[in-house]
């Protein structure tokens, strides 16, 4: 027999929870190699020994025909001298919890084509079972305690497998080969129908469900990651009834679809949106509105966006078939609260906005809300956006540009993440939310630490918000490791900066809403330049007032009139705009001394706060029922049209060694072509789109010229604007820089914590 070889692969990524075990078990008993594998706290370790020419093989195929769910991201090859191992048959071995941890977490999955065909299939075991999963499907973050990934460290340990799921179990050859999930109705999770008391439902759970959903009612079903509020999204009493009671305002709901025909029925919906709707983490994909769309006007009202996503568990799959093609399926949670994760919090927090509770118990460890993301179609080539990053795709980690050491990163305040780094790794969590209540709160606190506990990783530092009187920054201070305060729009820059691979010098264009300034103003329309360590700002919007404070904030109007004051003083009345005839003139009055007087009226260079002005100052928004009301109507008028048009003069001006945007040259253009010029709200919100445009193009070419910087990126709240974004990414591109935007991080404040990792990091390799 010819002398053979043995060698130690040493694999990380996704390769525990999805089939990669039994995969490398199938190639290595084809190659008739010896050895064994297991899953161990870093990822998977395969040993085999046999012939130089197989074990050659076995290592060159081992990358090429991966499960689904799988992904490689290093594997590390030892060659050491055979023990014997080669006669052996290769084996499947048990678990190696020992050591730090830092495999990878794999995140849930959609209910994949084998279970959907074995769901509907009349004659099989799992026929109708809500819960049905495999090894390449099902939850996998949500339910996770502790690594390594096995059934004991899931929410399904209390489930013992009846003698068919253990068979399948510890088949290697079948599909659901260590599928911790796994479960039949013999033995598996149940699913119940709840009335609003707590009473179970008589008969079959999901068919009384679906009845209730065609009468026009509204349940609170579990999902993967927590609860969604459900109704037949046709069923205009319904939807309009939700809205109501959830207090929603104009805001859209999600949409929830029974295949990617379904979809394209309501929106349009190209090569690249189709592939990210049936992508496996399933994300809600804003997709742009048909005319002939034939749903209840009160699922998105006025709105071009429609935001839809496909099935993620069987559950969902069910009811589509027996309610209709298409449901609402937005967050269920109680207002300024997480959405409810447990039977308990959904039957006490939800009384009142679901009229019935579809739950199951196979707990949900960790809250998970759904992943939103969208297709941009820029000149380059069209690339996926996050506008919200959690289910189908956290716990995935982002690479690091240099080596990190261990940071926990506590975000922002608002759409708070929280990320922690080490080594060549980032690890964002999951949408959070908004930080001002407890339930969050509690929420934000857990995260840090299932996420510590899943990698192991223990920070030297935290890094937190400049604000004082955040959550989040008290949070940090009281960590007892050294505090690292990071400024909200350098947080943005670094944000982007990492989501491109970055480790140089760029400028920055960060636009946003709100953002503590060192010198104690509001900043948010804002042009940096630096790296990770640090920034000078070397542009800005012209500051105006906010007259009320955060109230102007829901009221954009106010800072509509606070503009006119600025800027012409006087009695705005006179001016030819409707958004001033029929206010109260006291009102007016008021508002304008507030301004002149700065009285509870703080300065602030906001984009995000301007784009609200004009939106008032066209009669489009003159009040915000949700954040970022104003400025999406604004967009919603040209939404999908990105044809150039001619911008309103620019003024730059000088001030110290900061170049300052002038907005006033753009009220004169406002006003000019709304009264004698007799121009649309729709042509003028285009002008105003491209008046920015312009003014960032300039700025960035100066800032180029001086500084000999040509990268760019665009951060911040204001670039969900598609308009926007993409108008700057080609002339930007076309004046001869290199535009860097979002893909994998958010670029509104649910990327802050990615940012203030990279500075934390950046300072404690280099301290400025």
């Given at each position: 027999?010819?002398?053979?070889?043995?060698?130690?692969?040493?694999?990380?990524?996704?390769?525990?929870?999805?089939?990669?075990?039994?995969?490398?078990?199938?190639?290595?008993?084809?190659?008739?190699?010896?050895?064994?594998?297991?899953?161990?706290?870093?990822?998977?370790?395969?040993?085999?020994?046999?012939?130089?020419?197989?074990?050659?093989?076995?290592?060159?195929?081992?990358?090429?025909?991966?499960?689904?769910?799988?992904?490689?991201?290093?594997?590390?090859?030892?060659?050491?001298?055979?023990?014997?191992?080669?006669a052996a048959s290769f084996t499947i071995r048990g678990s190696r919890p020992d050591?730090?941890?830092?495999?990878?977490?794999?995140?849930?999955?959609?209910?994949?084509?084998?279970?959907?065909?074995?769901?509907?299939?009349?004659?099989?075991?799992?026929?109708?079972?809500?819960?049905?999963?495999?090894?390449?499907?099902?939850?996998?973050?949500?339910?996770?305690?502790?690594?390594?990934?096995?059934?004991?460290?899931?929410?399904?340990?209390?489930?013992?497998?009846?003698?068919?799921?253990?068979?399948?179990?510890?088949?290697?050859?079948?599909?659901?080969?260590?599928?911790?999930?796994?479960?039949?109705?013999?033995?598996?999770?149940?699913?119940?129908?709840?009335?609003?008391?707590?009473?179970?439902?008589?008969?079959?759970?999901?068919?009384?469900?679906?009845?209730?959903?065609?009468?026009?009612?509204?349940?609170?079903?579990?999902?993967?990651?927590?609860?969604?509020?459900?109704?037949?999204?046709?069923?205009?009493?319904?939807?309009?009834?939700?809205?109501?009671?959830?207090?929603?305002?104009?805001?859209?709901?999600?949409?929830?679809?029974?295949?990617?025909?379904?979809?394209?029925?309501?929106?349009?919906v190209d090569a690249d949106e189709r592939r990210l709707l049936e992508s496996p983490?399933?994300?809600?994909?804003?997709?742009?509105?048909?005319?002939?769309?034939?749903?209840?006007?009160?699922?998105?009202?006025?709105?071009?966006?429609?935001?839809?996503?496909?099935?993620?568990?069987?559950?969902?799959?069910?009811?589509?078939?027996?309610?209709?093609?298409?449901?609402?399926?937005?967050?269920?949670?109680?207002?300024g609260e997480p959405m409810a994760r447990t039977e308990r919090e959904a039957l006490?927090?939800?009384?009142?906005?679901?009229?019935?509770?579809?739950?199951?118990?196979?707990?949900?460890?960790?809250?998970?809300?759904?992943?939103?993301?969208?297709?941009?179609?820029?000149?380059?080539?069209?690339?996926?956006?996050?506008?919200?990053?959690?289910?189908?795709?956290?716990?995935?980690?982002?690479?690091?540009?240099?080596?990190?050491?261990?940071?926990?990163?506590?975000?922002?305040?608002?759409?708070?993440?929280?990320?922690?780094?080490?080594?060549?790794?980032?690890?964002?969590?999951?949408?959070?939310?908004?930080?001002?209540?407890?339930?969050?709160?509690?929420?934000?606190?857990?995260?840090?630490?299932?996420?510590?506990?899943?990698?192991?990783?223990?920070?030297?530092?935290?890094?937190?918000?400049?604000?004082?009187?955040?959550?989040?920054?008290?949070?940090?201070?009281?960590?007892?490791?050294?505090?690292?305060?990071?400024?909200?729009?350098?947080?943005?820059?670094?944000?982007?900066?990492?989501?491109?691979?970055?480790?140089?010098?760029?400028?920055?264009?960060?636009?946003?809403?709100?953002?503590?300034?060192?010198?104690?103003?509001?900043?948010?329309?804002?042009?940096?330049?630096?790296?990770?360590?640090?920034?000078?700002?070397?542009?800005?919007?012209?500051?105006?007032?906010?007259?009320?404070?955060?109230?102007?904030?829901?009221?954009?109007?106010?800072?509509?009139?606070?503009?006119?004051?600025?800027?012409?003083?006087?009695?705005?009345?006179?001016?030819?705009?409707?958004?001033?005839?029929?206010?109260?003139?006291?009102?007016?009055?008021?508002?304008?001394?507030?301004?002149?007087?700065?009285?509870?009226?703080?300065?602030?260079?906001?984009?995000?706060?301007?784009?609200?002005?004009?939106?008032?100052?066209?009669?489009?928004?003159?009040?915000?029922?949700?954040?970022?009301?104003?400025?999406?109507?604004?967009?919603?008028?040209?939404?999908?049209?990105?044809?150039?048009?001619?911008?309103?003069?620019?003024?730059?001006?000088?001030?110290?060694?900061?170049?300052?945007?002038?907005?006033?040259?753009?009220?004169?253009?406002?006003?000019?072509?709304?009264?004698?010029?007799?121009?649309?709200?729709?042509?003028?919100?285009?002008?105003?789109?491209?008046?920015?445009?312009?003014?960032?193009?300039?700025?960035?070419?100066?800032?180029?010229?001086?500084?000999?910087?040509?990268?760019?990126?665009?951060?911040?709240?204001?670039?969900?604007?598609?308009?926007?974004?993409?108008?700057?990414?080609?002339?930007?591109?076309?004046?001869?820089?290199?535009?860097?935007?979002?893909?994998?991080?958010?670029?509104?404040?649910?990327?802050?914590?990615?940012?203030?990792?990279?500075?934390?990091?950046?300072?404690?390799?280099?301290?400025?």
């Amino acid at each position: 027999m010819a002398a053979g070889v043995r060698r130690t692969l040493r694999v990380t990524g996704f390769v525990q929870g999805v089939g990669f075990r039994p995969y490398a078990y199938r190639l290595a008993t084809g190659l008739s190699l010896g050895g064994w594998v297991l899953n161990d706290t870093q990822g998977v370790t395969i040993v085999v020994e046999g012939a130089r020419q197989a074990a050659d093989r076995f290592t060159r195929s081992l990358p090429e025909r991966l499960p689904e769910l799988a992904r490689i991201d290093s594997c590390t090859v030892l060659s050491e001298e055979p023990v014997g191992e080669w006669a052996a048959s290769f084996t499947i071995r048990g678990s190696r919890p020992d050591g730090a941890s830092g495999a990878l977490v794999t995140p849930d999955s959609h209910v994949c084509g084998d279970c959907v065909a074995e769901l509907f299939d009349p004659g099989g075991p799992r026929h109708r079972y809500p819960l049905i999963n495999c090894t390449n499907c099902g939850p996998r973050y949500s339910i996770i305690r502790a690594v390594p990934y096995d059934r004991p460290g899931t929410t399904m340990a209390r489930f013992a497998l009846c003698a068919r799921c253990r068979a399948e179990y510890e088949d290697p050859a079948d599909r659901r080969f260590h599928a911790q999930p796994t479960a039949c109705p013999a033995c598996g999770p149940r699913v119940r129908l709840l009335l609003p008391d707590g009473t179970e439902a008589a008969g079959d759970p999901v068919d009384a469900a679906a009845a209730m959903l065609r009468e026009g009612r509204v349940l609170a079903v579990k999902a993967l990651g927590g609860y969604q509020l459900t109704a037949d999204a046709a069923h205009r009493t319904a939807v309009a009834g939700l809205r109501a009671r959830k207090e929603r305002g104009g805001k859209p709901f999600a949409l929830l679809a029974r295949d990617a025909e379904a979809v394209a029925r309501h929106a349009v919906v190209d090569a690249d949106e189709r592939r990210l709707l049936e992508s496996p983490g399933r994300p809600i994909v804003l997709l742009r509105a048909r005319a002939d769309r034939a749903l209840s006007p009160q699922v998105a009202p006025g709105s071009a966006t429609l935001g839809f996503m496909l099935p993620a568990t069987p559950l969902q799959h069910l009811l589509l078939d027996a309610v209709a093609p298409v449901l609402v399926a937005t967050s269920a949670n109680a207002p300024g609260e997480p959405m409810a994760r447990t039977e308990r919090e959904a039957l006490e927090g939800l009384q009142g906005l679901a009229d019935a509770f579809l739950v199951h118990d196979r707990e949900v460890h960790v809250r998970v809300d759904d992943s939103i993301a969208r297709v941009v179609h820029s000149t380059v080539r069209p690339r996926t956006a996050f506008v919200r990053r959690a289910r189908g795709f956290v716990p995935d980690p982002l690479p690091a540009p240099f080596p990190l050491p261990p940071v926990l990163a506590v975000g922002a305040e608002l759409k708070n993440t929280v990320c922690l780094a080490d080594g060549d790794s980032l690890f964002p969590s999951q949408h959070i939310g908004d930080l001002k209540s407890p339930g969050n709160q509690r929420f934000f606190k857990d995260t840090i630490g299932h996420l510590r506990t899943l990698f192991g990783i223990t920070p030297a530092y935290v890094a937190h918000d400049l604000h004082p009187d955040f959550h989040s920054t008290r949070y940090a201070r009281a960590c007892g490791v050294e505090a690292v305060a990071v400024q909200h729009h350098h947080a943005h820059m670094a944000s982007c900066m990492a989501d491109n691979g970055l480790d140089r010098p760029v400028i920055g264009v960060i636009f946003d809403g709100t953002g503590h300034g060192p010198d104690g103003t509001v900043w948010g329309g804002e042009f940096l330049v630096g790296d990770y360590r640090g920034f000078e700002r070397r542009g800005h919007l012209a500051r105006f007032r906010l007259p009320g404070g955060d109230r102007a904030v829901r009221e954009p109007a106010r800072v509509a009139i606070g503009l006119l004051a600025q800027h012409f003083g006087g009695d705005p009345a006179d001016l030819p705009l409707g958004l001033l005839r029929p206010r109260d003139p006291f009102e007016v009055e008021v508002l304008v001394k507030m301004t002149e007087r700065g009285v509870n009226a703080p300065e602030t260079s906001s984009m995000g706060r301007l784009f609200d002005a004009f939106s008032a100052l066209l009669g489009v928004c003159e009040t915000v029922g949700y954040e970022g009301q104003a400025a999406i109507e604004l967009e919603q008028l040209i939404a999908w049209d990105h044809t150039p048009a001619a911008p309103w003069p620019l003024r730059l001006r000088q001030e110290q060694d900061r170049l300052v945007v002038d907005h006033r040259p753009w009220l004169e253009g406002l006003l000019a072509d709304v009264g004698d010029g007799g121009r649309t709200a729709a042509q003028v919100s285009r002008t105003f789109h491209e008046s920015v445009v312009h003014a960032v193009v300039e700025v960035c070419l100066r800032l180029s010229r001086d500084s000999g910087i040509h990268d760019v990126v665009l951060s911040g709240g204001v670039f969900l604007n598609q308009h926007l974004l993409i108008r700057c990414e080609q002339e930007l591109t076309g004046a001869g820089l290199r535009v860097h935007t979002h893909s994998r991080v958010p670029t509104n404040d649910g990327g802050i914590s990615v940012g203030q990792a990279m500075v934390a990091a950046a300072r404690a390799r280099a301290p400025r």
